[in-house]
């Protein structure tokens, strides 16, 4: 099976800083690549897809980018409302494993 | 857009089982993909199961033969049927639609969840 590995586990940024959560796999996935967004108390939410496409209604200052085994989701200007932890999975094969997901916190 | 609700958490002692339901608006499981994950306190989600449109059923090796995942497509709902649960088992479980995005497959449909806790 496949396993993704995010960092940090944590991150905590002020309002209007470039934040970036890195994600890897543990063989190459392609491009089989997806971000969520999970709020607190709140399910999960599909936010990227295909390591780059932005999921409907998802601001423009969030962003991915990379291939094979090494993925990056980037928020170019951080929101209070962004708030959240993130999580990438893998969709190159079963089971589609999940990381550990990144806390981001607003300083 | 489609939602999908899921009910049947509750607190069941080691060794139980306990099926959970998720309804679809929306949108028609019989032409997607659904899939249940779970997330246990402070963790990542971990998926579980996935019956596809065809009706075929996959899952997890860490819950293999232990979780059947069912629909019934006249009431628009699919099932979890869970045996032999233990404190492992105990978490928040999500419904979530599988759809393909031309990039590869994602959940783009998650319900709010229900919990589940296993302790005597």
């Known amino acids: 099976d496949i396993q993704m590995t995010q960092s940090p586990p944590s991150l905590s940024a002020s309002v209007g800083d470039r934040v970036t959560i890195a994600c890897r796999a543990s063989q190459t996935i392609s491009s089989y690549l997806n971000w969520y967004q999970q709020k607190p108390g709140k399910a999960p939410k599909l936010l990227i897809y295909g390591t780059s496409n932005l999921h409907f209604g998802v601001p423009s200052r969030f962003s991915g980018s990379g291939s094979g085994t090494d993925f990056t989701l980037t928020i170019s200007s951080l929101q209070r409302e962004d708030l959240a932890t993130y999580y990438c999975?893998?969709?190159?094969?079963?089971?589609?494993?999940f990381g550990g997901g990144t806390k981001v916190e607003i300083k | 857009e489609g939602q999908l609700a899921e009910t049947g958490g509750t607190l069941i002692q080691p060794g139980g089982s306990l099926r959970l339901s998720c309804a679809a608006s929306?949108?028609?499981?019989?032409?997607?993909?659904m899939s249940w994950v779970r997330q246990a306190p402070g963790k990542g989600p971990e998926w579980l199961s996935v019956?596809?449109?065809?009706?075929?059923?996959y899952y997890a090796d860490s819950v293999k033969g232990r979780l059947t995942i069912s629909r019934d497509t006249s009431k628009n709902t699919v099932y979890l049927q869970m045996n032999s649960l233990g404190a492992e088992d105990t978490a928040i479980y999500y419904c979530?639609?599988?759809?393909?995005w031309g990039s590869g497959d994602a959940f783009d449909i998650w319900g709010q969840g229900t919990l589940v806790t296993v302790s005597s």
């Open positions: 929306g949108f028609y499981v019989s032409v997607n993909y």
């Open positions: 999975q893998q969709s190159y094969s079963n089971p589609f494993a």
């Open positions: 979530a639609r599988r759809s393909n």
């Open positions: 019956i596809t449109s065809g009706g075929t059923t």
